[in-house]
């Protein structure tokens, strides 16, 4: 899910899935990219659920159309910085937050997962 | 009878009055030995006979718990009391709204005084956390966020700390200041006997506790906690009557939100309540403000109109919130959520209680507030997705 949701009719982008959208009520929310974001404010988490390992560092970036989403820092990523979403190979694996200067288009060699 | 629910003419038009004859709940604790249905019998006793109301006389019933079947593996809350209480003529239900549903209870109860269904209504609100270990307590607690959310392994706390440091960061607060919330309502709670903590805590015990979702610490979020809490409300008049109870909901998932320092629902449901009860945030002598965290204490009061935006700071600096501070209003004198603990589903109502106890002056003098009328309560569902705010004056 590194794509956010977009208003057909006054264009408010969401992350977060919902029949309609939060400012006009309009439904047919569309797909598209996110592109790049600002980190707003971090923090880490130590008191985790079962599962999640500690510290869990999250992010609040905020993106075009008035997108913003809370998900996991890419270690060394503070506020002010700029990102793009990513979501990791692996049904399930919910998106995080990386540095947008980094070149995120090469093949990554743990991919072998696919087939 | 009219009703008493004009639309128009607002200014004019006197507020609507529901009695709130009796009061009482159970002290809260980190683990009390009874159970679920036997807090709420117990705080629902204690309210009836602060009323002088006879069981036969209730005649609706609102119990309000979050999670009885997850904490306490049972249901059907509301019969059980209502059977063991002998409340043989009233209606009964259960109302669960995450960490607003004990004000939801009570807006339910005053709804139905409103409509003519009930002259006596009897809400009592209970959660016995204790059974669960911290990370079960806090895997039910974050389920009630947006599944996305929950799939990044984000908890309640998590969002506190992020606005924590967006708020640190916006405005000339310090860490320290956040501190004082927690010192405040620490030594508010010592002397208060309902309460979970007994003891005082310093800046530097706050500054040196666990690391939760920094900038915040463990000291700075409320505790889990056993306990239960009741109101009784009626048609006819008492010494304390509630001129407002509204809820507004909010955005659900955080970050959907336009800025992460605003809870919109509490500012929705507090321009209702000042509405409904012809009243305004000066005129307010003391507020129980939902505490989950320490930044909630500002973020709420200047969603509240309390204090300005991004002001809310000083006034604990200042110590001007405190129960013998100069100021004109008190906050969290019977040591919030922080400190007097966090029963889910009792929560909402133990705030009406210590309003209740501070306008009739029922508490000792170190912990009273100076000769309150307006009283204001904000109970917080979530992360600020839905908010309850209740007012209520002192008769006289
Ligand atoms: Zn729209």
Known sequence: ?115 | MVSHNSLSGRPEASPARFGLPGVGMTRFTGSDDRSIAELLETAAERALDDADVEPDAVDSVHVGNMAAEAFNNTSGLANALTASLGLSRASARRIENTSATGASAVLDAVDTVRAGRAEVALAVGGEKMSVAETSVATEIISRITHSQEYDQGITLPSFAGLAAARYLESYDATRRDLARVAVKNHANARRNPYAQFESDVTVADVLDSPKVATPLRLYDCCPTTDGAAAVVVTAADADVSVTACESAVGVHAVADRADPLRIESAAAAGRAAYDAAGTDPDEIDVACIHDAFTILEWLEMEELGLAERGEAWRLTREGRTEIDGDGDLTVNPGGGLKARGHPLGATGISQLVELVWQLRGDVPSDRAVDSPRYGLAINVAGFGNNSVCTIVEASG
Do not use: W
């Open chain 1, 1 to 115: 899910m590194t794509r956010v949701l977009e208003c057909p009719d006054c264009g408010r982008r969401t992350f977060y899935e919902k029949r309609r959208c939060l400012d006009c009520g309009a439904d047919g929310l569309r797909p598209r990219d996110s592109g790049v974001g600002i980190v707003q404010a971090v923090t880490a988490v130590h008191v985790t659920p079962d599962g999640v390992s500690a510290p869990n560092r999250l992010g609040l970036a905020s993106f075009d159309g008035d997108a913003s989403i809370i998900a996991r820092l890419e270690d060394g990523l503070e506020a002010g910085d700029s990102v793009v979403l990513e979501t990791p190979d692996g049904a399930g694996s919910p998106p995080r937050l990386v540095p947008a200067e980094t070149d995120r288009d090469r093949e990554t060699p743990t991919s072998s997962g696919k087939q």
